[in-house]
């Protein structure tokens, strides 16, 4: 889905995100404030490392899902909401507020306001392999048609942020010690979005919201119309 964004809604929302993401943080833009973060090569090689092992808890939590015995109403809530985040949040919002993301900021030929940002990630690149890097040079190919196919350009919302927090709530309801954990990898998720220079800080304080809001949707109406049989 995300490679079409790009494709049938031109980035037009940029600028604006970059200019809330300021509004909210008090006139800084929010890796200003994480700059202690951003100047440590070790540490943004920890977050690179977080942000990459989302998929592996993707996968897990979705297996993990699916293979539950009893077929409860926490496991109908977890995969509508899994289903429901991606397409509302992944698409179709996606498409109204398309967005690059600050790492392709100065590419758009937006203005050099990650400027700094970006060189601090290309120093610790020189020491630690910083991963973000070499896939945002391969997904920025793949949209000016450099290299054949694309794996998508898009960054309102954070998908990876949704989806950390989406873990986070159904792993609260299974067991706390995993609820907390899992909140842990959705805050790390979240800073590390913006570190990596993937997303405005915008963009995960809005996917958390949808997250919230559509798993909470997803338990009223199966709380509701759940047929017969479900296990609560």
């Known amino acids: 889905m995300k490679g079409a964004v ?4 031109p980035f037009a929302w940029d600028h604006a995100l970059a200019q809330a993401d300021r509004v909210l943080h008090f006139g800084r833009a929010p890796h200003e404030w994480l700059w202690f973060i951003v100047q440590s090569p070790l540490a943004v090689r920890s977050f690179n490392l ?12 979705v297996f993990i899902a699916c293979i539950t015995r009893r077929d409860t109403k926490l496991r109908h809530q977890f ?3 899994f289903m429901l985040v991606w397409i509302l949040a992944g698409f179709f919002l996606a498409m109204g507020l398309s967005s690059a993301g600050p790492c392709f900021y100065e590419r758009l030929g937006l203005g050099s306001d990650y400027h700094s940002l970006m060189q601090a990630l290309a120093a610790a690149d020189r020491i630690y392999p910083i991963w973000a890097l070499s896939t945002q040079d391969i997904v920025w190919s793949g949209y000016i048609g450099a290299t054949p196919g694309s794996l998508g350009i898009s960054a309102f919302p954070s998908m990876h942020v949704a989806m950390a927090v989406l873990f986070a709530l159904y792993a609260t309801r299974r067991s706390r010690l995993a609820g907390l954990l899992m909140w842990a990898f959705a805050a790390i998720i979240m800073v590390g979005s913006v570190v990596l220079g993937w997303h405005y800080a915008v963009d995960g304080y809005a996917s958390v919201l949808i997250s919230i809001a559509i798993w909470k949707a997803c338990g009223y109406f199966l ?3 759940a047929p017969e049989g479900v296990a609560a």
């Open 223 to 225: 709380g509701k119309f």
């Open 50 to 61: 977080a942000y990459n092992s989302w998929f592996v808890v993707l996968i897990a939590s």
């Open 6 to 9: 790009a494709i049938l809604s």
């Open 79 to 81: 995969l509508m909401s």
